[in-house]
């Protein structure tokens, strides 16, 4: 089993910055694509950005490109999603993912495709 533990969201001002991470423990060392998912109130939680293990590789959904950046630390077994030039819309709750599997980059936005999942953290965009 892998446990996923976010940090805290928060509240922004729209055009500003956020930071999250997500540690995982357990059998971390399984893990290999890792993601963050976001949900807004009566809608489909939907994929943000992921990163493989290995080489790294990343997706973006179209939403996001040029503003969130994803990474991570092997060594940590930790992800990062910084999140800039935040706007209303992107206000949701956010998760982070995990999986064993080493997902092509279609698929690495899939949440079906992912096993855990932490409990999610609000970040709000509003003044």
């Known amino acids: 089993q892998v446990q996923l533990v976010e940090s805290a969201g928060g509240l922004v001002q729209p055009g500003g910055s956020l930071r999250l991470s997500c540690a995982a423990s357990?059998?971390?060392?399984?893990?290999?694509?890792m993601a963050w998912f976001r949900q807004e109130p009566g809608k489909e939680r939907e994929a943000v950005a992921a990163?493989?293990?290995?080489?790294?590789?990343?997706y973006y959904a179209d939403s996001v490109k040029g503003r969130f950046a994803i990474s991570r630390d092997n060594v940590k077994n930790t992800v990062y999603l910084q999140m800039n030039s935040l706007q209303p819309e992107d206000t949701a709750v956010y998760f982070c993912?995990?999986?064993?599997?080493?997902?092509?980059?279609?698929?690495?936005?899939?949440?079906?495709?992912?096993?855990?999942w932490g409990q999610g953290t609000q970040v709000t965009v509003s003044s």
């Open positions: 993912a995990a999986t064993a599997a080493n997902y092509i980059l279609s698929a690495m936005g899939r949440a079906a495709g992912y096993e855990y």
């Open positions: 357990g059998r971390a060392s399984s893990v290999s694509t």
């Open positions: 990163i493989r293990r290995g080489d790294s590789k990343k």
